[in-house]
């Protein structure tokens, strides 16, 4: 399918035969890459279904294309979830992209003691319905089925709260001693990767974490800008499960 545009198409837009693409998709499709009737065409859904398809019709706005074969695949485990530190600007943007293309399950951006980024109930959501949009365009570009889903808005009693039900959980913090490769045993179907926001986490707060049941690792003498460590943490761990590499 190499050559082949992809697209994504949520599952209520998926019938038996057809699949229609939302209207940015179709715009795309149509008024950008000139997709015409019969032209061959992938669709996701961003839950693990790639469909190889061909254009069918237009209705209205909407490009409706036919399925020729539909391909459902299981998410490769362990399954990566990102409890990610608030940030200012536009920075967790490039972490969604990076995070969307190495195949992570879950972002979620949380608010805590040093992070310098303070969202509302209006901003969170519209910063996730942003990242979700570069997620399905991360999966696509990657050549996968899954799109990270992305939320924005948790207190840190949320993440605590999180971490706490999460099986394998793990904490990247500067003042930590063991090494993160210490913490990858056994062989897990979910990791949970925590970490801080751009003034790090408070001692209290790693504490609260080890509490909760994570473990506090390092990545090493080097100390990481957060938009960079979670893409770097994320990598030796699908790395040392042999997802990647």
């Known amino acids: ?6 697209f ?16 940015d998709e179709s715009r795309h499709a149509l008024k950008v890459l000139r997709v015409a009737s019969s032209d061959p065409v992938v669709v996701i859904d961003g839950c693990g279904t790639v469909a190889r398809c061909a254009a069918a019709r237009v209705d209205g706005d909407v490009l ?3 399925i020729l074969t539909r391909d459902v695949h299981a998410r ?12 200012r600007g536009h920075k967790l943007d490039d972490v969604v992209e990076r995070l969307g293309e190495l195949g992570v399950a879950e972002l979620s951006a949380y608010e805590s003691a040093r992070a310098v980024a303070r969202w509302d ?9 942003r990242w979700n949009a570069i997620a399905r365009s991360a999966a696509k570009v990657s050549r996968s089925g899954f799109a ?5 808005g948790l207190s840190w009693d949320d993440v605590v709260a999180c971490v706490a039900r999460e099986a394998a959980a793990i904490v990247l913090w500067e003042e930590a001693t063991s090494p993160l ?5 056994g062989a897990p179907e979910r990791v949970a990767l925590v970490v801080g926001p751009e003034g790090g986490l408070a001692r ?12 506090l690792v390092s990545l090493g003498p080097r100390v990481l800008r957060t938009e960079n460590a979670a893409v770097v943490a994320a990598s030796a761990v699908l790395f040392h499960y042999g997802v990647i590499g």
Do not use: T
């Not at 490769?76 to 940030?87: F, L, M, N, T």
């Not at 490769?181 to 045993?185: S, Y």
């Not at 209290?204 to 473990?215: D, P």
């Open 121 to 129: 109930g209006d901003k969170a959501e519209r910063r996730a319905a």
């Open 1 to 6: 399918m190499a050559g082949i545009p992809w």
């Open 8 to 23: 994504y198409a949520p599952p209520r837009a998926w019938s038996a035969h057809e699949v229609a693409l939302p209207p």
């Open 64 to 66: 409706v294309s036919r």
């Open 181 to 185: 490769r210490d913490a990858l045993v």
């Open 204 to 215: 209290a707060e790693a504490s609260a974490l080890e509490g909760a049941g994570a473990r």
């Open 148 to 152: 990270l889903h992305a939320r924005a």
């Open 76 to 87: 490769p485990r362990p399954e990566i979830a990102v409890y990610q530190g608030a940030a």
